[in-house]
């Protein structure tokens, strides 16, 4: 399994210090290419060197997160309706968006039969980032600040994390059907070129995303107040609500819906 593939899927903890000579030996190479994956994870934000430690898996913080689905709510839909209108003038491109989604048909197949391991994780990981890909990759050529923002929006998007640390087994399956039935629902909605159908998938996406996010950082500060002593935090009930961070501060896609921001 690939460095980043594994990084995405939450198999390194936040923050981990990275051995280039164990990740050598267990991709049987010289430490040489494992140094050269590492500086191009760098770039993209997934890895940082530390001083006299070496390259640590990079946290975003919470308030990272919340600019991040904030400027997500107001500009995806916009950058998925261009795509949506791609499709009706380049046929490779339909053709594209249909293998994609016979590609999550069918690991919907396999999930439904199988508690995900390890090899589905790492399909599920190539789909998620083929899918994200396509809102920079895709764009008219002509379009060209859309594009190198839309590829500049997806270092921080796959910064996020897939999943809640304590998902595994039946609970993590779940979650990744969730998360592909939701990116059939945009593809569905970009082949039929329905606009107004493209924002709803899309928003839609963006709040259970965000939901998956604050549920991860509302756990790791549950483990640092266990390494702390203290007690169980009471802010967030249960599953965090959209929007919500902390003691229930507002971001997000709840803080752009308050402040009347209307649809693009």
Known sequence: MA????????????????????LAQDFGVSTTPIREALKRLAAEELVEWIPNKGPRVKQMTEEEVCQLFKIRWLIEPYFWQL??????RDSSLETELLELKRNIQTLLVGL??????????EEYTKIDIWFQRLISERQPSELIVIKKFADFLNNYIFRLPLFSKKETGPTRTARMKDVLMEHLAILDSL?????????????NHLVQAEIRSLRAFEESRERRRERKGGSSHA?????PQPGLVGDGVECGSQEVMKEGASSL
């Open 3 to 22: 460095i980043k593939t594994a990084i995405l899927g939450g198999l390194f903890a936040d923050q981990q210090i990275l051995s280039i000579q164990k």
């Open 83 to 88: 795509i949506g209108i791609q499709v009706k």
């Open 112 to 121: 439904q039969q199988n508690t995900a391991d390890a090899h589905f994780l």
């Open 191 to 203: 082949l039929m070129g329905n606009p107004a159908q493209i924002e709803r998938a899309v928003r």
């Open 235 to 239: 802010g967030l009930p249960g599953v």
